[in-house]
């Protein structure tokens, strides 16, 4: 087959893909790509499935430099041990191993007591992961956990193919935000940032002279409010701000420095450094764990830490922890 005709054959499943209607139906159990309810024939309704969940994603740490420093038969049996022992996680807590790519794992839990089961398995991953690094000497092995929950939409993909090929050309998109959050927050979990942080003092400009109800002159030549000289600025106030918003609203006018209309008395520059825990669950997680009730061997819903620090497109609060089983 030439170009010509690959490409206009592409061409036809795009336009069929176009052309006709996806319906999902509900269910509360993580399907199987061979599932029935499932299909992706041409010219034909495409069925899926639509599930209320938890997701689990699960990464390990600076893989890049681990495998600089180490030789590829221990990464090779690095990679082989860990993956084994999240797959089993997931299998003993309830959830569903639905992708494996590289060194991350995505993890699904039926739509029952999906928070306990869900941060249980990550709690038992995040141990498998000191099992590995007591295992495998001189090897700083971590990985990062992240859990959300919500509305996933489950489609076939790929090509049929027969014999076996027939595997590698097909799989399942599981499509929604919770998926995306919960990757998210496994690029975060046990990583360590350096942030810039801007402590400044300020002296408030107008709006402060309104707040203390002191009177002011209208009645002047130009017709501008008129404030005495003893009253134009108050007492300084502190502000910690970022870098991107230190640069953002900094202003210098006749040699002053202003930040957002505010005067600029004091500026001190410090670097911090963060670490996430290895285990981060958002909100909606951290929640229906309290609503789902405790179950004996869990960690309370209070030793998960609120994180002082946002992650990108995550709304709402992060909790997270570095657990791992008393045994």
Same mark, same amino acid.
């Given at each position: ?110 739509? !029952? ?5 869900? %941060?249980?398995?990550? &709690? *038992? ?6 099992? @590995?690094?007591? /295992? ?108 991107? !918003? ?5 202003? %210098?006018?006749?040699? &002053? *420095? ?6 600029? @008395?004091?500026? /001190? ?59």
């Amino acid at each position: 087959m030439g170009l010509k005709s690959i490409m206009s054959e592409i061409e036809e499943d795009v336009n069929d893909i176009t052309n006709t209607d996806f319906v999902y139906n509900d269910t509360e159990t993580v399907p199987p790509s061979d599932d029935s309810g499932l299909s992706y024939e041409k010219n034909k309704e495409k069925k899926g499935k639509e599930l209320t969940s938890c997701v689990l994603y699960v990464d390990i740490r600076n893989s890049v430099l681990l495998t600089e420093k180490h030789s590829s038969k221990v990464m090779g049996k690095i990679y082989t041990a860990f993956t084994k022992g999240v797959i089993k996680a997931a299998r003993h807590h309830g959830g569903h191993t639905r992708n494996i790519i590289g060194d991350r794992v995505m993890i699904v839990f039926p739509q !029952e007591k999906c928070f306990t089961n869900a %941060i249980r398995c990550a &709690i *038992s991953i995040n141990h498998v992961a000191k099992i @590995i690094n007591e /295992k495998f000497k001189g090897v700083d092995f971590k990985c990062g956990i992240g859990i959300d929950h919500g509305k996933m939409q489950i489609t076939k993909v790929g090509v049929p193919r027969k014999g076996k090929e027939n595997q590698p050309n097909r799989g399942l998109v599981w499509a929604g935000i919770p998926a995306n959050i919960a990757s998210r927050l496994t690029d975060m979990g046990n990583k360590k940032i350096t942030r810039t942080m801007y402590e400044l003092n300020v002296k408030s400009i107008l709006s402060d002279y309104f707040s203390q109800s002191q009177p002011y002159r209208l009645n002047t030549p130009t017709g501008k409010y008129q404030f005495p000289a003893s009253t134009y600025l108050y007492q300084p106030k502190p502000l910690s701000v970022t870098e991107s !918003e230190f640069l953002s609203g900094v202003k %210098i006018e006749n040699g &002053i *420095s202003f930040f957002r209309s505010r005067q600029v @008395i004091s500026l /001190k520059k410090n670097v911090e450094e963060y670490t996430y825990p290895a285990i981060l669950l958002t909100e909606q997680v951290y929640k229906g764990l309290i609503n789902e009730g405790l179950e004996p061997n869990l960690y309370l819903p209070g030793d998960w830490t609120e994180q002082k620090l946002a992650i990108r497109n995550v709304k709402g609060k992060v909790y997270g922890g570095s657990y791992t089983w008393k045994l």
